[in-house]
């Protein structure tokens, strides 16, 4: 039972991971180009506001930002003439504005930061360099929380939202939702050049759920951070990125140098150009057999999800298993990693 648990537990954590990122990367997907047009309007980065949208409205599930289509947790104040609500936040029923769309509340997010003297420094910084806004949001007072900036920049290179703050430099914001966002996205040689590996052990980095996010203000919805790093990483050996849904293997293929057929040809793929779901993209070929004897599969995982999770080439997992590649796999069926009488003579054992 000890063996089954351990081994069921890395699927589970990716599992839950892609769950939390699908919802990311929906706010990200409607609320990208009012980022990018209140950037060009007021010089908010649209990095750091999609960043702090996701973070402060729990990805608008908040119950601010959909009671009150609040995104970004602004208080009153005293210049506020429009509708309020109360909630108990760092005082008891501390009045918070309320908006008729969530548009309203990313243009009026940038109007308070670009009008109120506390954050006049902030436009002062390279509009690019997302580190230094996050520091200074938190310097300048707009959250208490001590890793409010380690968790917008987080967020910002677990998604690669620095794109979006170059497209809307670059005036190319209109053609972030469509293919040609591939086409347009200015890539940055440099950041490929610097980042580093991550070794195999970094992989599975635990999920934190909602229970073990630490409590931020009421406009704050805990969100659990993704669980992939930015940087290119190790499964079996092989090197891989973590791709958001609408990413580009185009634009993925050229950062990384890989011809794009043999890109699609490494993740058996065929005809793909933005992902229409996160997924873990291979840049490396998978080998031909996985680092451990065995993958318990969850119901209904095909061998082309484990050959993805695992790094193992997907013909061989075909001919190890004598499974379609696309057959549905029961809950807890195990599928050999690596052919190997020990592998045979366990399945034959527990069978």
Not at 86 to 111: A, G, I, K, N, T
Not at 313 to 335: C, D, F, S, T
Request: hydrophobic fraction near 35%.
């Amino acid at each position: 039972m000890r063996k089954l648990i351990l081994l069921l537990l890395p699927g589970m954590l990716t599992a839950q991971a892609f769950a939390q990122t699908s919802k990311v990367m929906d706010y990200i997907s409607r609320y990208k180009n009012i980022a990018m047009s209140e950037m060009l309007r007021t010089g908010v980065p649209a990095a750091i506001t999609l960043a702090q949208g996701i973070l402060e409205s729990g990805c608008g599930q908040s119950e601010l930002a959909r009671e009150s289509n609040n995104h970004f947790g602004i208080k009153c104040k005293t210049e506020w003439r429009g509708p309020k609500t109360y909630h108990d936040d760092d005082s008891r029923q501390e009045c918070f504005r309320v908006y008729q769309s969530p548009e309203d509340s990313y243009r009026d997010h940038s109007d308070f930061l670009k009008n109120r003297p506390y954050y006049t420094n902030l436009f002062s910084l390279n509009p690019l360099d997302y580190s230094a806004w996050a520091y200074g949001l938190k310097k300048d007072g707009y959250a208490t929380e001590r890793d409010y900036p380690t968790n917008l920049i987080r967020i910002i290179e677990t998604y690669h939202l620095e794109d979006y703050s170059e497209l809307a430099l670059n005036g190319k914001y209109k053609d972030a939702s469509s293919e040609n966002y591939a086409l347009n996205n200015k890539l940055d040689e440099a950041d490929m050049n610097a980042s580093a590996s991550v070794k195999s052990s970094d992989v599975n980095i635990p999920v934190r759920t909602i229970a073990e996010t630490p409590k931020m203000r009421v406009a704050q919805t805990m969100v659990a951070l993704p669980a992939y790093p930015a940087s290119p990483f190790f499964i079996n050996n092989t090197k891989v990125v973590y791709a958001p849904k609408g990413a580009s293997l185009l634009a993925l293929a050229s950062k990384y140098k890989v011809d794009y057929n043999k890109l699609l040809k490494l993740n058996d793929m065929k005809d793909v150009n933005i992902l229409p779901e996160a997924k873990i993209v291979y840049l490396q070929k998978k080998s031909d057999k996985g680092d451990k004897k065995f993958y318990i599969a969850s119901y209904g995982e095909t061998l082309k999800d484990v050959s993805d999770k695992e790094a193992v080439e997907l013909k061989k997992l075909v001919e190890y298993n004598h499974i379609a590649p696309h057959e549905k796999l029961e809950e807890g069926q195990k599928v050999i990693l690596r052919k190997d009488n020990a592998s045979i003579a366990w399945i034959q054992n527990e069978e």
